[in-house]
């Protein structure tokens, strides 16, 4: 069974940076894409990034490009969050989840979540 564990969430301060882990095992290569999300207290829970684990593509929102970088190291069945120059709006849980999707925006197509880690950047 695919399991994904999250870690490096925490408190920033505006400008700031931080780097989210999510530790994937059970089998995660077969599916395909590795994506993160993020959920505000009374807000959806909306697509930040996503990667494959084959080729590195990568797709990201448009409020976060340029900011954040997505990436995988697959010796250590690891994706990556690099945040950058956080903003209050960025505060959020963070998740990562994985999936065999056609769409890496579709929170409805990942098949495996993780629990979340929180980041909050302050003013």
């Known amino acids: 069974q695919v399991q994904l564990v999250e870690s490096g969430g925490g408190l920033v301060q505006a400008g700031g940076s931080l780097r989210l882990s999510c530790a994937a095992s059970g089998g995660t290569f077969s599916r395909n894409v590795m994506g993160w999300f993020r959920q505000a207290p009374g807000k959806e829970r909306d697509f930040v990034a996503a990667?494959?684990?084959?080729?590195?593509?990568?797709w990201y929102t448009d409020p976060v490009k340029g900011r954040f970088t997505i990436s995988r190291d697959n010796a250590k069945n690891t994706v990556y969050l690099q945040m950058n120059s956080l903003k209050p709006e960025d505060t959020a849980v963070y998740y990562c989840a994985a999936g065999v999707v056609a769409f890496s925006y579709r929170r409805s197509e990942y098949e495996y979540w993780g629990q979340g880690t929180q980041v909050t950047v302050s003013s």
């Open positions: 990667i494959t684990w084959t080729d590195g593509m990568t």
